[in-house]
């Protein structure tokens, strides 16, 4: 296909403004660039090779802005500075990188500033396939991985000269998608989805969806009404390929050639890195109502990493693990992947090790790699990321900062892909694989015993919990509501301190529970509900309505400080109770807010978790019932 012709049609599919058009556009587009010149069946290996005549798996990645799939830890590192450089060049003598910057300021995006030079007279020529210098998808594909694997000294202008020669071959509109796919900005409005959805379009729904290579070549995918033939399923046997594989073009190819069968045939491979599975923010409450029995995990409060070994892999001899430097392409020893898929292995060479001494069988592993202290405790964040992906330095690094790899997922054990099996099936094949590395994982059916694992969390020095669905399977890239992550802090409170009662046994000297109130004298609606306000339990003054009390996440220092600054302040005591004029404002963490008749402000804070004093707030500034109603949801 001329890459003239591939830039047209892209032109067309960015004027779409439907889904479902833009959807068949690419569908279209996708039919005729593997029908084209595609391969006469058989070997479809083409999908990875570098010189395959096959166009399909190139305007795949090309279309969604990228040169080598997502798993390819190969990039062509041109930025925005070098293209504005190699489109002056081409644009002529007299235009200068700051002319293209001044007008890329005017235009606000690449394409359209490389479209609008004139590039040595070529215009025209090479969009009407004249033969003559026209560029091909292959041979720009072709280029395009020649520049990235430029490297070393004077490998910033050799990539110059390339793209300034590519440019110089372009029309307008060849220039555009060119100028945006270095930079990996298409601006087709074609996202994964889409891609996705034109594949089970163009490849599984004619002729009753092929189970095997069958397209013939010579036919052409004529999208003619607009809606979309492509049952669900096609599109769900395709995303599963995609997840497997995390290769678009090779999908398409494998679409094409042999349906559905050749795609359910994919599976995981050791080296290839998959996209995380992702969570999304949910209440232990949330986590009970909608899985029943939930595994809880410790949040780990560090940098996601998946584990890929093959200890006996074809390398030439043995399994060595090649941590140390090197070239670092062969598949040596476990390979690191960070969350966005970059190959961190050199970075973190403690976890190699503890990989290539302990794994015995081929591995997937996720899981999180946190910074510790000389006694195993974690350390902030921050203290990881000057380990991550560091590529100087490394041994002395590794002195300075001590990792530790926390193992939660297993994705595929000994050949078994595990990707659709339970959490708790996969689980078991990681304590298997990886005992002493493997995440401790309770499983707790109701909130008071998920709240007690994450205190235990927070005490470690963790960032929180995650709560899981231990029947749900392993879905990459996907953050859906299988995975909840539960971290504290997402909104505090900021209370007065009315009441509190004195502790018991070693800590009699010491008040233990507080009682928390919030203003309440906003307006008539803020009245406190008097009739809870007449209960024993509500010490509330006038202005006030209490919402809970207190007595989790206070060390022994900070409860002496509570107790000698409150102390004075107490107005009325009766047994272990005592009430406080209002003086100390505190901010409270909790899981969620509920209605409930045991506080006057009507409201009861689910597992308040004391964060600290507001030294920097008075009573005036503590929060007022209206914003409690809010947080509630109520208004
Ligand atoms: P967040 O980055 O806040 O969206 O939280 C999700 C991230 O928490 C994941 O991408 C992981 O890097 C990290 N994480 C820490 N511990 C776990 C765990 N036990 N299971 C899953 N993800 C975890």
């Not at 595609?38 to 990875?48: C, I, L, N, T, V």
């Not at 939660?408 to 094949?429: I, K, Q, T, V, Y």
């Amino acid at each position: 296909m001329e890459f003239a012709a591939l830039a047209e049609r892209a032109e067309r599919v960015a004027a779409n403004d439907g889904d479902i058009e833009t959807t068949l556009a690419v569908a279209a587009l996708l039919a005729d660039a593997g029908a084209a010149d595609g391969p006469d069946g058989g070997e479809d290996d083409s999908a990875e090779g570098d010189e395959s005549a096959d166009d399909l798996p190139v305007v795949v990645r090309f279309l969604l802005g990228r040169v080598f799939p997502a798993h390819d830890t190969r990039t062509l590192d041109v930025g925005p500075a070098l293209c504005r450089e190699a489109i002056a060049r081409a644009a002529g003598q007299n235009v200068s990188a700051a002319d293209v910057e001044d007008r890329l300021a005017e235009r606000g995006e690449i394409g359209a500033v490389a479209a609008a030079y004139d590039f040595g007279g070529q215009r025209g020529l090479a969009a009407f396939g004249s033969g003559r210098d026209a560029l091909t998808v292959a041979e720009l594909d072709a280029e395009l991985r020649d520049l990235a694997a430029a490297s070393g000294e004077g490998s910033e202008s050799r990539k110059r000269d390339a793209l300034f020669g590519l440019f110089t071959r372009c029309s307008p509109s060849e220039a555009a998608f060119l100028a945006r796919l270095v930079l990996g900005e298409m601006r087709l409005g074609v996202g994964e989805g889409t891609v996705r959805d034109a594949v089970a379009e163009a490849f599984l729904v004619r002729d009753g969806e092929p189970e095997s290579a069958d397209v013939d070549s010579g036919e052409a995918f004529e999208p003619d009404a607009a809606e979309l033939a492509a049952p669900e399923d096609a599109v769900a046997a395709v995303e599963r390929a995609l997840q497997v594989t995390n290769d678009y073009g090779r999908v398409a190819v494998r679409a094409r050639d042999e349906g559905r069968a050749g795609l359910r045939a994919e599976s995981l491979r050791v080296g290839r890195p998959v996209q995380a599975m992702l969570a999304q923010a949910g209440t232990a409450t949330d986590a009970v109502d909608a899985f029943g029995e939930v595994a809880v995990e410790t949040k780990f409060d560090g940098a996601r990493v998946q584990v890929h070994y093959e200890p006996d892999g074809d390398a030439p001899d043995g399994d060595a693990p090649d941590a140390g430097g090197g070239d670092g392409d062969d598949a040596l020893g476990p390979r690191l992947y960070s969350r966005n898929m970059d190959d961190v292995t050199e970075a973190l060479p403690e976890i190699v090790e503890h990989v290539a001494e302990r794994v015995d069988a081929p591995v997937i592993l996720d899981g999180e790699v946190v910074a510790v202290d000389d006694e195993g405790d974690p350390l902030p964040f921050q203290e990881v990321l000057r380990r991550f992906r560091r590529k100087h330095d490394v041994d002395r690094m590794r002195e300075a900062v001590s990792l530790r790899f926390h193992a939660f997922d297993c994705l595929h054990a000994d050949g078994d892909d595990l990707l659709d099996r339970s959490l708790r099936e996969r689980h078991d094949r990681l304590r298997g694989v990886l005992p002493d590395a493997a995440a401790d994982l309770t499983l707790a059916d109701d909130p008071e015993a998920i709240a007690a694992e994450e205190r235990a969390a927070l005490d470690a020095g963790h960032e929180g919990v995650m709560l899981k669905n231990p029947e749900a399977a392993y879905t990459p890239g996907d953050r859906g509501r299988d995975w909840l992550k539960r971290k504290p802090d997402v909104e505090t409170l900021d209370a007065v301190v009315v009441g509190a009662e004195w502790g018991e046994g070693r800590r009699a000297e010491l008040f233990g529970t507080f009682l928390l109130a919030v203003r309440a004298e906003d307006d008539a609606r803020d009245a406190p509900d008097r009739d809870a306000a007449d209960r024993d339990d509500d010490l509330a003054p006038a202005g006030y309505a209490t919402v809970g009390k207190v007595a989790t996440g206070i060390t022994d220092e900070a409860l002496a400080d509570l107790t000698e600054r409150l102390e004075p302040h107490v107005v009325d005591e009766t047994g272990t109770t005592v009430a406080f004029d209002p003086e100390l404002v505190v901010e409270v963490g909790y899981e969620e807010i509920q209605t409930s008749p045991t506080y006057s402000a009507g409201y009861a804070l689910r597992f308040p978790r004391f964060v600290g004093v507001r030294e920097d707030k008075g009573v005036d500034d503590a929060d007022s019932l209206a914003r409690v109603r809010r947080l509630a949801g109520d208004e």
